[in-house]
């Protein structure tokens, strides 16, 4: 079965500033997908990025890149500029490139930014 | 384009009742997932509905239970209630694809007493 981890429970970051949360995961599989979720305060979870396993360049989002290490199972989320609104839960998720594709979440992390 | 709806918003039940929640997914969109959060727990997977039938379940007993309708809309029951059913419950809606990303209602939070 597919794990995530999470290793970092709570972060904080001071506005305008960069920070880096980390997720790894485990799985026997060669296609799969990787996303970052943010649940804001109001719980409602929306998608920051997403990272196809097979694509070796790391996405981006204006603000939010991935770095992402297919051999070491990494995948970590970086915020650039980090702003108040960043605040919130940020969950790494995995899901199968075929058969089941419900995701498999880590813990989450708890990002706090700084005024 | 509406989002992901979910109802009710709050739901409390004691021990032993049933439990009936709701999720209208974005139209167009076939698939239906159901993930429970409980604190500490984290987000596990519930349910998987797509096109009218169950894909896969995890690992929750069968007290848990849903259907999708002809609409897609999708209802997750969970009968005889306990204590550590308690948390947020949460709906997404995808296309069928896996590269598709799946969209988040608002959950319902299930309170047992």
């Known amino acids: 079965a597919q794990t995530v981890t999470q290793s970092q429970p709570e972060m904080s970051v001071q506005e305008a500033e960069t920070v880096t949360l980390s997720c790894t995961y485990d799985?026997?599989?060669?296609?799969?997908?990787l996303f970052w979720y943010k649940q804001p305060p109001s719980r409602q979870m929306i998608l920051v990025i997403r990272?196809?396993?097979?694509?070796?360049q790391n996405a981006t989002e204006n603000r939010f890149s991935v770095n992402f290490q297919k051999a070491a199972k990494s995948f970590s989320l970086k915020i650039s500029d980090s702003q108040l609104g960043d605040a919130a839960m940020y969950f790494c998720?995995?899901?199968?490139?075929?058969?089941?594709?419900?995701?498999?979440f880590g813990k989450g992390t708890k990002l706090s930014v700084i005024p | 384009e509406a989002g992901v709806t979910q109802s009710p918003t709050h739901l409390i039940k004691t021990r032993g009742q049933q439990a009936t929640l709701r999720c209208s997914p974005i139209?167009?969109?076939?698939?239906v997932y159901w993930y429970q959060q409980a604190l500490g727990l984290g987000l596990q997977f519930l349910l998987w509905?797509?096109?009218?039938?169950?894909?896969n379940r995890g690992n929750f007993p069968p007290r848990f239970s849903g259907r999708q309708f002809p609409n897609y809309s999708s209802e997750l029951n969970v009968n005889a209630l306990e204590l550590e059913d308690s948390a947020l419950y949460l709906c997404?809606?995808?296309?069928?694809?896996?590269?598709?990303?799946?969209?988040f209602g608002p959950g319902t939070r299930l309170t047992v007493l």
């Open positions: 998720a995995y899901k199968d490139g075929a058969g089941s594709y419900q995701l498999t």
């Open positions: 799985t026997s599989e060669s296609d799969y997908y």
């Open positions: 990272q196809e396993a097979y694509k070796q």
């Open positions: 139209s167009g969109h076939t698939s």
């Open positions: 509905y797509d096109e009218g039938e169950e894909r």
């Open positions: 997404a809606s995808c296309r069928d694809l896996p590269y598709n990303e799946q969209f």
